[in-house]
T-cell receptor
Framework: KAGVTQTPRYLIKTRGQQVTLSCSPI?????VSWYQQTPGQGLQFLFE???????NKGNFPGRFSGRQFSNSRSEMNVSTLELGDSALYLC?????????????FGQGTRLTVV | GQQVMQIPQYQHVQEGEDFTTYCNSS?????IQWYKQRPGGHPVFLIQ?????EVKKQKRLTFQFGEAKKNSSLHITATQTTDVGTYFC?????????FGAGTTVTVRA
């Protein structure tokens, strides 16, 4: 079956702009989680969506938001971009969510803020 | 909040040698997962441990979950160049999956 698909793969934005990233989970998976990965901070949990509802949220400012559609596809939005938002953004899908189920990661979107 | 600490951050290993990476949580975990991320790639699930004291093996990899379900370890024997990458542990508690910072492994041939 097809894996987790993230688009776009690479993105360059200017400070102050906003950006929307997309994640299509594995067919049948209802949970999508988003992570920010940077060399210094590792994998930081942003939020998890399950059946269109945000079920868990990490410690990120309100500039980071997301949503999930009825087909389980998810989008993540970052407004008023800052240089420090430059990172690899990974989404992971699983059938049950963060209840001990294996998470399948996408290739990620590498965001560069200049 | 829950924190998962992982050591060492870097591990430089001579090919053929063994090494261990450790994961410690500030809270009791429901389960722990291990992932491997190759350079330029994305994390790939290796294994999940659920029971206290559980030990699982995958060829040269041995995973352990502590009795108190607060720590875990990954031991790799006879390291090969294919073992290069970053190994992450991730603990689940209160429906949140928290990743350790990872152990980045390089191998000297």
């Amino acid at each position: 079956k097809a894996g987790v698909t993230q688009t776009p793969r690479y993105l360059i934005k200017t400070r102050g702009q906003q950006v929307t990233l997309s994640c299509s989970p594995i067919s049948g998976h209802r949970s999508v989680s988003w992570y920010q990965q940077t060399p210094g901070q590792g994998l930081q949990f942003l939020f998890e969506y399950f059946s269109e509802t945000q079920r868990n949220k990490g410690n990120f400012p309100g500039r980071f938001s997301g949503r999930q559609f009825s087909n389980s596809r998810s989008e993540m939005n970052v407004s008023t971009l800052e240089l420090g938002d430059s990172a690899l953004y990974l989404c992971a899908s699983s059938f049950e969510g963060t209840l001990g189920a294996e998470a399948f990661f996408g290739q990620g979107t590498r965001l560069t803020v200049v | 909040g829950q924190q998962v600490m992982q050591i060492p951050q870097y591990q430089h290993v001579q090919e053929g040698e063994d090494f261990t990476t450790y994961c410690n949580s500030s809270t009791t975990l429901s389960n722990i997962q291990w992932y491997k991320q190759r350079p330029g790639g994305h994390p790939v699930f290796l294994i999940q441990l659920v029971k206290s004291g559980e030990v699982k093996k995958q060829k040269r990899l041995t995973f352990q979950f502590g009795e108190a379900k607060k720590n875990s370890s990954l031991h790799i024997t006879a390291t090969q160049t294919t073992d290069v990458g970053t190994y992450f542990c991730a603990g689940t508690n209160d429906y949140k999956l928290s990743f350790g910072a990872g152990t980045t492994v390089t191998v000297r041939a």
